[in-house]
């Protein structure tokens, strides 16, 4: 038995492909269409009712969502890999602090500016939803890159030369919302790491999958 992923090009299922493709570990793609919206149906409605990708199923059955969850789980069972820095350590303190900063505020701010009509029930807000919460993203991003900027690291990851999961679930992300004429004059820390991340040999094959730029 081996895991299987639920997710679609373009969409958080990179991060969980990308730690796969780095560890090489082989898994079970299954491709949930999310411009025929095949989340918001059975069969997938039945294994996440959230109707949210990516969501991984252990060899034993147990279904992870939530993508920071799945980030995690996947760094606990490959520990050797040292996907992230050691349990109990400083370093993985602070890596814990910003996935989670990811994945509560700019993830969820993303589901507002893709499915705005979820958030309001007046039509013509629909567009208003959508752009507060657009700068909201890309202020949350500004603070991660100052915050990269004040542990001044030689980069051009988050730990310096080597890739974290982090490093994987940033450039998953902050491709979002944020053009690369946004990104390098606001985020030129965020953008190299991107960059390194869509270099890396592993991950390139799979980020060609998922991304345009
Ligand atoms: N909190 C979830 C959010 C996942 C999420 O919003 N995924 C998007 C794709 S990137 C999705 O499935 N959207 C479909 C929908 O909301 O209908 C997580 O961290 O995994």
Do not use: C
């Not at 190299?192 to 799979?206: D, E, F, I, S």
């Amino acid at each position: 038995m081996t895991y299987t992923l639920y997710g679609d090009p373009d969409s958080g299922s990179f991060t969980p492909e990308a730690l796969f493709a780095m560890l090489d570990v082989p898994y079970t793609l299954k491709g949930v269409d999310l411009e025929k919206f095949e989340q918001t149906e059975d069969p997938y409605k039945a294994v996440n009712p959230m109707g949210k990708i990516p969501t991984l199923i252990l060899p034993d059955g147990t279904v992870v969502t939530e993508s920071a969850a799945v980030l995690l789980t996947i760094d606990e069972r490959h520990r050797s890999a040292g996907l992230l820095p050691e349990i109990g350590s400083s370093e993985r303190a602070w890596a814990l602090r910003w996935i989670m900063f990811i994945s509560n505020n700019i993830y969820e701010a993303v589901g507002r500016t893709d499915f705005p009509g979820r958030y309001t029930s007046n039509y013509y807000d629909k567009e208003a939803v959508a752009a507060s919460a657009k700068s909201e993203i890309r202020w949350y991003w500004v603070l991660f890159e100052r915050e990269l900027a004040r542990r001044n690291l030689a980069g051009p990851f988050a730990f310096g030369a080597t890739i974290s999961a982090l490093d994987v679930y940033v450039a998953n992300i902050s491709g979002w919302e944020n053009p690369i004429e946004w990104r390098a004059p606001n985020a030129p820390r965020i953008e190299a790491l991107r960059q390194a991340v869509k270099a890396h040999p592993k991950v390139a094959p799979v980020w060609a999958r998922h991304f345009k730029d």
